[in-house]
């Protein structure tokens, strides 16, 4: 699924030595490759310009904290010279203090073993419950007065790919997992290219009720796979046999969306709050602070659909009434 032919750079001859080249070059090749950080959306060159001169601490994300996703794990461990090179160029241009790796610590499906060490960088491993980088700066060394500069660890892949090889960002690595798919893989997947095709390359199993574009937790489902194509941010494709929403049923009372809640809040009583209009009592619930991690809903037995209300009142602002 690799674009065997990859655009190039106009008028740029790839570099042979990353130290002859300023901080400022390469973040002008970072925005002529057109590369995107998969982890936020945001161009890598807007990213690397905001941070320079910060004093800042580089932290290469690779933590796939979601059931099925391993699609910036994975590239990190096959392609770790890339890696391990795109970071030194991104240390370089923002003049960073140190370099550290983070993975998720509560991964336990690998075959492979996760180093201490890649290319002679430091890999940190995030503890805590999902998601892991809402809890990663407090599970880290305590540097003084350290600012953090989170990149992907796939947007460092291109960043390498466009200095060394003087190329435009034209893939994305994808996790194609799930219970219908026969050979789940991560793949590295050409820009444009329609889910349909990208499910047909690992083969399906069955004909799935539900495919999801992204995680597990918070992705979108997909009703038309070839409407959907793979964008800079699409991390995963997962393939189901059974669309698990359609098999709601009343609140049981368990408590689990409280539990695993990440800002302590209670899921439940605001969507009862919502459901008998006691705006009064919803105003106390700390709504507004919802980070839409879909960690509630998914937790919930009932399969109920409360991240969706609890986060989309977050973005409403004030309640009225």
Known sequence: MEEKSRRSIKD?????DAGALEADEIIRLARMARIVDERDGLPLFRKLKAAQDKDAVLLVDAMDDEPYISSQLGPLLHLREECASGAALARRAV????????VYKNITDLEIKIPKTIE???????GGVYPADNRSESSLPRRKNASYL????????????????GTVQT??????????VDKPANLEVSLGLSATRVLE????????????????????????TDKVTVTPVTRALLAFREDQRDRRSACIGCGRCTE??????????????????????????????CIGCMS????????????ARVFGLSHKGEVEG
Request: proline residues 4%.
């Open 260 to 289: 695993v809640c990440p800002m302590g809040l209670d899921p439940r009583f605001i969507c009862a709050c919502l459901d008998m209009n006691r705006r009064g009592e919803l105003r106390k619930t700390d709504y507004q602070y």
């Open 150 to 165: 989170y990149v992907g660890a796939c947007a460092l892949i291109h960043l390498h790919r466009a200095v060394f090889q």
């Open 12 to 16: 740029y001859a790839p570099a042979a």
């Open 120 to 126: 002679g960088l430091e890999v940190q491993r995030i």
């Open 95 to 102: 003049g960073a203090k140190d370099v550290l790796v983070l």
């Open 296 to 307: 509630c809903s998914y937790s919930c037995p009932a399969k109920l659909d409360l991240a």
């Open 171 to 180: 893939t994305a690595f994808v996790t194609v997992a799930g219970d219908c």
């Open 201 to 224: 390359a690992c083969g399906l199993i069955v004909q799935p009720n539900r495919v999801i574009a992204g995680g597990s937790m918070t992705g979108v489902s997909i009703a038309d």
